[in-house]
């Protein structure tokens, strides 16, 4: 497909989607306290998009994945979280 067909298709669906995001990061803005592990991977995660490399999807899925391979004994919660929350962020959510 050409650009200006992947526009036609997809533009509307993207804009919004970054309507949307614009929005959210507007709400935490405004928000109270202190914000969790969440916040900076989410941040880190969008620091894909402002490049132009290749993959930025990948990219940015594997930002908030957890990147280790051996299995855990026990889950920390009862869901998915949505991002990593690497060693760094633990720790300070300990202190």
Same mark, same amino acid.
């Not at 497909?1 to 507007?26: C, G, P, S, V």
């Not at 969440?38 to 290749?54: T, V």
């Not at 899925?61 to 979280?81: F, H, N, Q, R």
């Given at each position: 497909?050409?650009?200006?067909?992947?526009?036609?298709?997809?533009?509307?669906?993207?804009?919004?989607?970054?309507?949307?995001?614009?929005?959210?990061?507007?709400?935490?803005?405004?928000?109270?306290?202190?914000?969790?592990?969440?916040?900076?991977?989410?941040?880190?995660?969008?620091?894909?998009?402002?490049?132009?490399?290749?993959?930025?999807a990948r990219?940015?899925?594997? =930002?908030? =994945?957890?990147?280790?391979?051996?299995?855990?004994?026990?889950?920390?919660?009862?869901?998915?979280?949505?991002?990593?929350?690497?060693?760094?962020?633990?720790?300070?959510?300990? =202190?």
């Open positions: 497909m050409t650009r200006n067909e992947l526009l036609d298709l997809y533009f509307m669906d993207a804009r919004a989607k970054l309507i949307d995001i614009a929005a959210f990061l507007d709400r935490l803005d405004r928000g109270t306290g202190d914000a969790d592990f969440r916040l900076p991977a989410f941040l880190k995660a969008m620091e894909e998009l402002a490049g132009n490399e290749p993959e930025r990219n940015v899925l594997l =930002s908030l =994945s957890d990147p280790t391979t051996e299995p855990i004994a026990k889950a920390p919660g009862k869901g998915a979280v949505g991002a990593w929350m690497n060693d760094e962020a633990r720790l300070s959510t300990l =202190s």
